[in-house]
């Protein structure tokens, strides 16, 4: 079946430091692999995708290369600010009916 | 905005006693799905929807039912709520009929229940 891992949090970073939440995956065939983030007391809302390998997937700063041969997708952002403070899910798709999301990391940005 | 309103948005109820969450969409689309977020879990889906009385199970249906008897409501029941159902429940929304590769899912708010 299909299974994400995503990388322990919680993770505390300072203002303008270098984000990587790491992914990884197992699923058969081709999937599509998204980033959500979720922000206190809010419903999860799409940040990034990717649909097919070597792609890469950026919104708002943040990005996700699709690495078929590591069975990654590690978001990054070059420098975070304390509005990015959230919870980030990794998610894969393989359907067209379901997605399977990873446990989710914990971001913390101080000022 | 999607549209997506969840109710009731919290509720404390009592094991062994019935309970409905409902979701409302505003704008027709045709997959709607319910997933609960529980701690080192992330989202874990429920059931699903892909069109008025089209209903499907998904990972962790035991102990609920739903219903979809008009395309804008989507109503998750716990027959008989254990301990175990407490946790946050999410309804969501796929806006294409494409497959969720092509559409992303936009999400309600949730309902937060506790069962004591």
């Known amino acids: 079946g299909n299974s994400v891992t995503q990388m322990e949090g919680p993770v505390t970073l300072s203002e303008e430091a270098f984000l990587t939440i790491n992914c990884t995956y197992t699923a058969t065939g081709y999937p599509s692999l998204f980033w959500y983030v979720q922000y206190p007391g809010e419903g999860l809302q799409l940040l990034l995708k990717?649909?097919?390998?070597?792609d890469k997937g950026s919104n708002k700063g943040f990005e996700a290369t699709y690495r078929k041969e590591t069975t990654s997708f590690h978001l990054e952002k070059g420098s975070v600010q304390v509005s990015d403070s959230a919870v980030y899910f990794c998610a894969l798709s393989n359907s067209a009916r379901q997605l399977t999301f990873g446990s989710g990391t914990q971001l913390t940005v101080l000022p | 905005d999607a549209g997506i309103t969840q109710s009731p948005r919290h509720k404390v109820t009592e094991t062994g006693t019935p309970v409905t969450l409902r979701c409302h969409q505003t704008?027709?689309?045709?997959?709607m799905y319910w997933y609960r977020q529980d701690p080192g879990h992330g989202l874990r889906l429920i059931h699903y929807s892909y069109g008025v009385k089209d209903t499907d199970k998904g990972e962790v249906s035991d102990g609920y039912s739903v219903s979809r008897s008009k395309t804008e409501d989507f109503l998750l029941t716990l027959e008989s709520a254990t301990s175990s159902q407490t946790s946050v429940y999410f309804c969501a929304i796929s806006e294409g009929d494409r497959g969720l590769g092509n559409s992303p899912l936009h999400f309600g708010n949730g309902t937060r229940l506790t069962v004591t």
């Open positions: 990717a649909t097919k390998a070597d």
């Open positions: 704008e027709n689309h045709r997959y």
